[in-house]
């Protein structure tokens, strides 16, 4: 579903050249749920980024979905991203000036899905908005926010689901629900899940985790050895 | 197209949302102000359009200030065509003890031949179309007449020396001066019945008309027969040359006012520009995300052309009805001295607001909200990623570029457009210099007086450039109007006031010689005053050193209209004090030796022609030649009556012609000129006092219609003032957040606000009062040559109005941002 071969990515700063990721490779299978744990600075959200086809690599290729991201520009990995990708943020990124239910019908319009509103009710409804629908973000908690990017992500039915720290917000109870919502929705789905997280609750669930320390790739084991 | 579909879907909700409230009203604002005056004119030069074929009340008219041939209306009536005839003077009408000053018209069966007379059987009688003229010692009187001598119909009113009977009040006729005043009500009378009245003598001002009607080729054929053997004093005006005339005075007054709410379009687009600016900063996120989404850049950019086209036919929709809406308080004021019933307007000036609408958005919105379209996807990751970047070059070019289009648009004419930019630029920068001197002299007040100032004052200094934008915008408008509404009246009152006490304020016409003594014997025994008075000769000139005036190249266009028409001479012996010899020598009190001639300087130069020219003078169907032999300059404002011509003494008497007179009669005396009317018939008095009060309606009826253009100037820079709070919004907001935290009361945080606005507003009230004093000084100073002294209304007015307006909006505006609870402020962030 998801592979990558020999990615760096440099960037030039005031110092010197730095560099973020060093030859990192991997490849994710169909459905399978990996988190990209490290310390902070070590390039996870960065890979992640690559990965998604937000940033290009200074080296390396990346295969989504069978199709090379790498080789595609900006507007061919944005129509891919299009169908096939799902997006949770720590920070939500709800568009401020929406109701829930228009935030989660934008990428519906975007695919030109007729039946916009009534999926997006419906996929609120599987999170438990379904009574929140005409409430801006501004009237919602941080939680019930988290729980309106997560429909968002989910209403196209995404091959891949892309979550960079969806808890990292979020205070620890509602951390633990948001990430329960976000796994059963997954297993539901059978989508294949890439997250960035800190909380260790979270990576645990995972089938595998990825530990990234100063741009490479530290070790690639199953989850459940990382939690125990 | 399915951006089409997201892209109204987007619209919707961004209005909502009130994203594009102070896109909406900028743009809303500069539309409804080009409209307004769009849609006045429109209907103005409509008016007059569909006049033009009537407005000579024949499709010919052969006009002259001397009796017509005959001959001319036979020769039309054997070539089958209508004709008519009317003669217009100006003379006194009495009744009873009131007398005024009335245009007669004296018109032959037939009149008009074309369009028609509207009449009313009572002063404000509904009107109907009139069959036929006035019968044989009747007159239909225009309601104005009516008005000043407190008559109605069926009232007797005397003209010279018959009493003629009011039958109709006359509302229309279709060769009236249309779009000016008249500075005497209309008498309609038969023809006939002229030369009964004893005031038509030779020398007298008339103008005699010929008209005729009939089918074009005929008319053609007619023009082609007589136009060579027509005199000097005698001219042809055909149905295009009225239609001209009017065009070209429309086209002026319709690009003067057009250009005055340009004023107001630049102050709203730059509102526009600040408002377009918020938008896309506020709206790189959400940018980020759509194509986080799976959004090309195409479609981004298709998404965002497709909104701001919505904007514009939104902005336009809106902004027309209002126009159209607006128009009718322009159409209010100028009702009077338009004088007739508007029609109403067409569509055209639609096209003015739609292209109004698409300048300001194409020149100051597209390149803002284009740039975000460029924003990269993993902003959504890194939201330190810097905003894609706009250069100076493309915002100000774009933006000038466009302005200049409009206005190219407007004026038809690059280099009227040149020197409008140029006037702009300069005006914009004195303005701006000025502005960011007392902006920056703000600075040394700051520590002045408690927290509240400090922080006020702090906010201006601290959004300099903006600051300066809000004490421009405002300064200028207020300038403008503080100009038209006060330092107009000043400078009106000081030039009467330079008028001596008991200059002469009734000045006489028409005065046959053999009256003039006996009329100055009548003022000194009524006033104890004898008249100054003057010959006066009328003729045309004719022929420069032996060549006519056809063949003759004069230096310049005031020069050609000189010999459009006929000229006052007169003859004197003495050198009036007014006046002062530049050039060859004056012919000396005594002199009676062949006729010369003494021209005013300016004429000379217009004409070109100068000292030992020989000029030839038609005079009354006569011609008489003299040789130049002194030029003058003239002080026009003397209150004297002046002579571009001066014929020598002695030979010039023998000439045909009538008197002026001037003479002062105080106010509790002016019941005599009653008197003199019915002694003198055929004198024409003119009050100058009742003109003056005339001519200072029509500058207060003018101003106020271009003070009303300015209004929507100022709403302008109300919106470029909510604009820029608008901009600042969010940084308000976290301020006032900290202050509430740090222990500020919410009170002292609003008193902060409210100094920081009411200050930029008296900066803005100093910038327009120091404007319009300099211009009122200057004009007072240059054009006018008075001495000016600044009302002292002046700055109270500017300083209050500025003061206001800037600080109860901007406070207004301010104040929720301020009154946010801090948590959910900080927690934003």
């Known amino acids: 579903m998801l592979r990558a071969t020999g990615l760096s990515k440099q960037v030039s700063s005031p110092e010197g050249t730095l560099t973020i990721l060093d030859d990192v490779s991997l490849e994710i299978a169909r459905g399978e749920s990996v988190a990209l744990v490290g310390p902070s600075g070590a390039g996870k959200t960065t890979l992640l980024a690559i990965l998604a086809g937000l940033d290009q690599p200074t080296r390396g290729r990346v295969w989504l979905c069978g199709e090379e991201l790498t080789g595609l520009d900006e507007d061919g990995r944005a129509l891919l991203r299009a169908r096939r990708v799902g997006f949770v943020f720590q920070s939500f990124h709800l568009v401020q000036s929406l109701t829930a239910l228009e935030n989660v019908m934008l990428p519906l319009e975007l695919a030109g899905e007729p039946r916009a509103a009534a999926l997006a009710r419906e996929t609120l409804a599987n999170v438990g908005l379904g009574s929140r629908t005409g409430h801006y973000p501004k009237q919602l908690s941080g939680g019930e926010q988290q729980r309106v990017a997560i429909a968002r992500a989910f209403v196209l039915r995404p091959e891949v689901l892309f979550a960079d720290e969806p808890t990292g917000n979020l205070d620890s109870a509602t951390g633990e629900r948001i990430g329960r919502l976000l796994f059963d929705l997954n297993a539901e789905a059978r989508t294949t899940l890439v997250l960035v997280t800190h909380e260790r609750s979270l990576a645990a669930r995972c089938d595998r985790t990825i530990r990234i320390e100063a741009g490479r790739v530290a070790t690639g084991e199953p989850a459940a050895a990382v939690a125990g | ?829």
Do not use: C
Request: aromatic share 8%; no cysteine.
């Open chain 2, 1 to 829: 197209m399915k951006f089409l579909g997201f892209a109204f879907r987007t619209f919707r909700r961004d209005l909502r949302a009130g994203e594009l409230s102070i896109l909406v009203a900028a743009i809303v604002v500069a539309v409804t102000a080009m409209t307004a005056v769009g849609f006045f004119t429109d209907r103005v030069a409509g008016a007059m359009k569909a006049q033009a074929s009537q407005v000579l009340a024949a499709d010919l008219v052969l006009r002259s200030a001397g009796p017509l041939s005959p001959g001319y209306l036979v020769e039309a009536r054997g070539l089958g065509l209508e004709i008519a005839e009317t003669l217009a003077f100006p003379t006194v009408v009495v009744a009873g003890e009131q007398t005024t000053l009335a245009a007669i018209d004296a018109v032959s069966a037939g009149y008009p031949l074309r369009g028609e007379l509207r009449v009313a059987d009572t002063l404000f009688g509904n009107g109907r179309p009139a069959t036929g003229i006035p019968g044989r010692g009747e007159a239909w009187a225009e309601p104005g007449l009516l008005g000043r001598l407190g008559l109605d119909v069926g009232a007797s009113v005397t003209v010279g020396e018959r009493t003629l009977r009011v039958t109709r009040v006359l509302q229309y006729k279709p060769d009236q001066n249309i779009g000016f005043v008249n500075l005497a009500p209309g008498l309609m009378v038969n023809l006939e019945d002229v030369p009964g009245f004893g005031v038509v003598k030779p020398g007298s001002r008339v103008t005699y008309n010929q008209m005729f009607a009939g089918e074009e080729a005929r008319i053609a054929e007619f023009r082609r027969s007589i136009t060579p053997r027509l005199r000097p004093d005698e001219a042809l005006r055909g149905r295009e040359d009225a239609g001209e005339q009017i065009n070209a005075a429309i086209d002026r007054a319709q690009r003067f006012l057009t250009l005055a709410s340009l004023v107001t379009v630049i102050l709203a687009a730059v509102a526009t520009g600040m408002a377009a600016r918020r938008y896309a900063l506020r709206h790189l996120d959400n940018v980020a995300l759509l194509k986080t989404l799976g959004a090309t850049q195409g479609f981004v950019i298709a998404v965002t052309v497709t909104e701001l086209a919505l904007v514009i036919a939104m902005t336009a929709a809106l902004g027309v009805l209002l126009g159209y809406g607006a128009q009718y308080g322009l159409a209010f004021i100028a009702a009077e001295f338009v004088g007739f019933v508007l029609p109403p307007a067409s569509g055209q000036p639609f096209l003015l607001g739609v292209l109004t609408a698409a300048t300001i958005v194409m020149g100051f919105a597209l390149p803002h909200l284009l740039s975000v379209g460029t924003t990269p996807p993993l902003r959504v990751l890194r939201r330190d990623l810097p905003p894609p970047q706009l250069g100076a070059a493309v915002t100000y070019g774009v933006a000038l570029a466009a302005i200049g289009a409009l206005v190219l648009v407007i004026v038809r004419d690059p280099l009227l457009l040149g020197l409008i930019a140029g006037g702009v630029v300069a005006l914009a920068l004195v303005a701006t210099g000025l502005g960011w001197l007392l902006v920056r002299s703000l600075a040394r007040f700051r520590g002045a007086a408690g927290i509240a100032w400090r922080y006020g004052l702090a906010n201006i200094a601290r959004r300099g450039g903006e600051s300066v934008v809000q004490v421009v915008a405002f300064g200028l408008s207020l300038m403008v109007l503080l100009l038209l509404g006060v330092v107009r009246n000043d400078i009106l009152r000081t030039w009467e006031q330079t008028l001596p006490a008991n200059a002469p304020n009734q000045f006489m016409i028409n005065i046959e010689p053999d009256q003039l003594a006996g009329l100055k014997q009548f003022f000194q025994d009524e006033v104890g005053q004898e008249p100054f008075s003057l010959p006066l000769i009328r003729g045309r000139l004719t022929g420069v050193n032996g060549t006519p005036v056809k063949d003759f190249t004069v230096a310049n266009a005031q020069g050609a209209t000189f010999l459009q028409r006929e000229a006052n001479l007169t003859w004197m012996g003495a050198l009036p004090e007014s006046n002062q010899v530049t050039a060859g020598t004056w012919w000396g009190e005594d002199y009676a030796g062949p006729l010369q001639l003494s021209l005013d300087a300016e004429l000379a130069t217009n004409l070109g022609v100068t000292v030992g020219d020989t000029l030839t003078f038609n005079v009354a169907g006569e011609d008489i030649e003299a040789p130049v032999t002194s030029l003058r300059t003239i002080e026009w404002d003397s209150f004297q009556p002046n002579f571009f011509v001066v014929l020598s003494p002695g030979l010039a008497a023998d000439l045909p012609q009538t008197y002026l007179a001037s003479v002062y009669v105080p106010r509790d005396r002016v019941e005599i000129l009653s008197t003199l009317v019915r002694q003198f018939p055929g004198v024409t008095v003119l009050d100058l006092e009742v003109i003056l009060s005339q001519v200072r309606e029509v500058i207060d009826k003018a101003s106020m219609a271009v003070q009303y253009v300015f209004l929507f100037t100022l709403l302008a820079g109300v919106v470029v003032l909510l604009a820029a709070i608008q901009l600042t919004r969010d940084e308000r907001r976290f301020e006032s957040a900290i202050l509430h935290t740090l222990g500020a009361a919410r009170r002292k945080i609003l008193q902060g606000v409210a100094i920081e606005f009411l200050t930029l507003g008296s900066l803005a009230g100093v910038l327009a009062a120091v404007g319009a004093t300099i211009l009122g000084w200057g004009l007072a100073t240059y054009a006018f040559k008075l001495d000016y002294t600044v009302s002292a209304l002046l700055w109270p007015l500017g300083l209050v109005a500025g003061a206001l307006i800037v600080g109860i909006a901007g406070t207004l505006a301010t104040r929720k941002a301020v009154n946010e609870p801090p948590v959910a402020v900080l927690r934003d962030r």
